[in-house]
């Protein structure tokens, strides 16, 4: 999962290529994973990119992978999609060339 501000590696992918993230919950909190378009709005998912949900997040300890094909170039963000998450710092740029 993200983590703390700055510390979260920018991931760069080609427009059309098929992605594989592995997320892992490492804390004692809930979250969720998602590409997003807008870091500030949670439910701006795209390409189902979205592991756990605010209303069903990734407990504890639980990991999984989620699968995806990139679309249209431009900066994205990757985020915590639980409320408030991604303003702690869980985000960072997912880049689309």
């Given at each position: 999962m993200p983590g703390?501000?700055?510390?979260?590696?920018d991931i760069k992918v080609k427009s059309g290529d098929t992605v594989t993230i592995h997320v892992k919950n490492d804390s004692k909190s809930y979250h969720a994973f998602g590409v997003v378009t807008d870091p500030t709005d949670p439910s701006?998912?795209?390409w189902n990119s979205a592991f756990g949900t605010p209303?069903?997040?990734?407990k504890p300890g639980k990991s999984g992978d989620v699968t995806f094909v990139a679309g249209a170039p431009g900066t994205y963000h990757?985020?915590?999609?639980v409320?408030?998450?991604?303003a702690l710092g869980?985000?960072?740029k997912f880049i689309v060339q």
């Open positions: 703390q501000p700055g510390s979260n590696s701006s998912v795209v209303d069903n997040p990734m990757y985020i915590c999609t409320p408030g998450h991604a869980m985000d960072a």
